[in-house]
């Protein structure tokens, strides 16, 4: 799979730097990137939220209402 994916982004890696020179090549891989790092922090923060215990200790009473 790694072999599949080469080929595409050296032939659009290629070609960005052939249109445009390496300005064009990071700003097509910049956005993405920075979309994915968002997306991790989100998914992140979340689970941060979710499992708020303290070093993996957990409460065994009853939650209040």
Do not use: E, H, I, Q
């Not at 730097?17 to 990071?26: H, K, M, P, Q, S």
């Amino acid at each position: 799979m790694t072999g599949l994916a080469a080929v595409p982004g050296n032939v659009g890696g290629g070609a960005a730097v052939g249109y445009g020179g390496w300005r064009t090549l990071f700003g097509c891989a910049v956005p993405p990137a920075l979309a994915a790092l968002v997306v991790r922090v989100a998914f992140a923060v979340r689970r941060l939220r979710r499992d708020n215990t303290v070093a993996g200790t957990r409460s065994t009473a009853p939650r209040k209402k």
